[in-house]
T-cell receptor, first 116, second 113 residues
Framework: ETGVTQTPRHLVMGMTNKKSLKCEQH?????MYWYKQSAKKPLELMFV???????ENNSVPSRFSPECPNSSHLFLHLHTLQPEDSALYLC???????????????FGPGTRLTVT | GENVEQHPSTLSVQEGDSAVIKCTYS??????FPWYKQELGKRPQLIID?????GEKKDQRIAVTLNKTAKHFSLHITETQPEDSAVYFC????????????FGSGTQLTVLP
């Protein structure tokens, strides 16, 4: 696999379930991100990890818990979600650094989450 | 923080015509402005970007213009083709942050045959 991969691609879960989303990047990048994409809304940045440290948490409810064990892997642990959390969850990666030679973010295909 | 507004939310053009999508941003310190294209059921992909020290950039049928004074930037697609149909997102990154993209709300472009 090349680029950024995400599993599962589709997930249906009840409000009392616990599940995890997985993201893996094969680009040698040092920054990874979780975004939420809801219908007719902008992409919402949820979490940013740079060099495996969380550097951004945009007021995301605690029922979403990220984990970045190394620079290639990113998880989003989900528990007691609400129906309004149903959305496409996108992972992205980039090479973060000074000088800004490239700010491009590479996105994964996303996980379509439905909370029932 | 940065706020990016994008217009229009939907745009339909005849094949061969031009399409223009506009974005405004609020943080005058923003210095990088990418455009992403997201086809139906696919991931967003960067199609063109511009930095604040440049006023215009072209790549074949696609161009982006930046007006720093007015704090707006635009995507121009000429000679549109059906495969240009997609959702287009603009974004901005404030100075000092190489990570935090703030996206516009997206424009659904439909190219009619």
């Amino acid at each position: 696999e090349t680029g950024v991969t995400q599993t599962p691609r589709h997930l249906v879960m009840g409000m009392t379930n616990k599940k995890s989303l997985k993201c893996e990047q094969h680009l040698g990048h040092n920054a990874m991100y979780w975004y939420k994409q809801s219908a007719k809304k902008p992409l919402e940045l949820m979490f940013v990890y740079s060099l495996e440290e969380r550097v951004e948490n945009n007021s995301v409810p605690s029922r979403f818990s990220p984990e970045c064990p190394n620079s290639s892997h990113l998880f989003l642990h989900l528990h007691t979600l609400q129906p309004e959390d149903s959305a496409l969850y996108l992972c992205a990666s980039s090479q973060s650094g000074t000088g800004g030679s490239s700010y491009e973010q590479y996105f994964g295909p996303g996980t379509r989450l439905t909370v029932t | 923080g940065e706020n990016v507004e994008q217009h229009p939310s939907t745009l339909s053009v005849q094949e061969g015509d031009s399409a223009v999508i506009k974005c405004t941003y609020s943080d005058s310190a923003s210095n990088y402005f990418p455009w992403y294209k997201q086809e139906l059921g696919k991931r967003p992909q960067l199609i063109i970007d511009i930095r604040s020290n440049v006023g215009e950039k072209k790549d074949q049928r696609i161009a982006v213009t930046l007006n720093k004074t007015a704090k707006h930037f635009s995507l121009h697609i000429t000679e549109t083709q059906p495969e240009d149909s997609a959702v287009y997102f603009c974004a901005a990154i404030p100075s000092g942050s190489a990570r935090q993209l703030t996206f516009g709300s997206g424009t659904q472009l439909t190219v009619l045959p």
